[in-house]
């Protein structure tokens, strides 16, 4: 177990003078959650922002949760996948809503209640199915629905999200880490789903954490990690945390803006 813990004494940063290598330029955006309004209008900024600031190799991050809770799932990954196809340098993380999807859309049961527990009705209404048909489906039928109302395309897109993304001293995950345990150790299931262990811990972190999934009315800053949730789903404020060298700057969709 000692071979596993995380060694206070490597290169971790505090925050004040955490860094990406020169040259780059990231930004990563927050929980969609249904929200393709919100997403295009960010990715507005995101470009106008990046245009004004001179030539890097700028790259996006999504955080995860794209689905379930707002009205446009599926415009969402639309969205992401053209994104992905047309600049490249685009990568996604795969979020506790994405892996419940995934098992949905495999026509599993069990998921399928979860999935509609957890705000997944939205993104299925967001497909080619009417709220009578949803309506008039029981749990099982619907379970056997999903796999042919899903497109392919979109499974397989979800499917290659990743589980973390290190960048200089930053490590950008869609919930948090199991404090303690190497980044290279750590397991999806904690890197999608875990929260009070994360957010309650002090010490540092091997890297600087970048994580979504907790909602917060702004942005957190801690010595060891920065959550950049804003719940837009229900607030209209989708928020990305901009990295360039030392630097780190934030853009959102608040209407006050």
Known sequence: MLSRLFKKKSAAQPLDIARVPEGRRIYAIGDIHGRNDLLLKLIEKIDADDQQRGKAATEIIFLGD???????????????????????????????????????AAGSEKATRFFNRIGGKETILSYEISIREYMDLDNNALAERLPDLIPSHHIEFVKNFENQIVIGDYAFV???????????EQKPKDLRWIREEFLSAKDPHEKVIVYGHTINDDVIEKGNRIGIDTGAYYTEKLTALALEGEQRWYLDTALSQ
Request: overall charge negative; proline content about 4%; glycine content about 12%.
């Open 174 to 184: 869609h919930a948090g880490i199991r404090p303690g345990i190497a980044l290279e």
């Open 66 to 104: 794209l689905i379930d809770r707002g009205p446009d799932s599926a415009g969402v990954i639309e969205t992401a996948m053209k994104l992905k196809q047309e600049r490249g340098h685009v990568r996604f993380l795969m979020g506790n809503h994405e892996e419940v999807y995934l098992a949905a």
